[in-house]
């Protein structure tokens, strides 16, 4: 079992930044990458980012509507997973999930994801 936290959620004004952490426990050895997602009320759950959980090829990707924007990082000695969000805007209020896959392979879908943290709402103000 691997269990994931999340923190560093809050309210910000649009143009702001945020930057959401993500900790893994258990038995981290079996993830193979790690996603965030977000869901906002009344609409399925997004995929946001993945990054290779372990390795010199990070294999990051991002969606198009924030690409340049965020930035996914990881830092394995301390079983860490992040997500650098700049030039925020209102669209991106949500509550953001990260996720772990121990499925090999590149995948955007949610299902694919074994493991979830509790989720830590963004909010961008106008």
């Known amino acids: 079992q691997v269990q994931l936290v999340e923190s560093g959620g809050g309210l910000v004004q649009a143009g702001g930044s945020l930057r959401l952490s993500c900790a893994a426990f258990?038995?981290?050895?079996?993830?193979?990458?790690m996603g965030w997602f977000r869901q906002s009320p009344g609409m399925e759950r997004e995929f946001v980012a993945r990054?290779?959980?372990?390795?010199?090829?990070?294999?990051?990707y991002y969606i198009p509507s924030v690409k340049g924007r965020f930035t996914v990082s990881r830092d394995n000695a301390k079983n860490m997973v992040y997500l650098q969000m700049n030039s925020l805007k209102p669209e991106d209020t949500a509550v953001y999930y990260c996720?772990?896959?121990?499925?090999?392979?590149?995948?955007?879908?949610?299902?694919?994801?074994?493991?979830w943290g509790q989720g830590t709402q963004v909010t961008v103000s106008s």
């Open positions: 996720a772990a896959t121990t499925n090999i392979g590149f995948t955007t879908l949610p299902t694919a994801f074994d493991y």
């Open positions: 990054i290779r959980w372990s390795g010199d090829y990070t294999d990051i």
């Open positions: 258990g038995r981290t050895f079996s993830i193979y990458s």
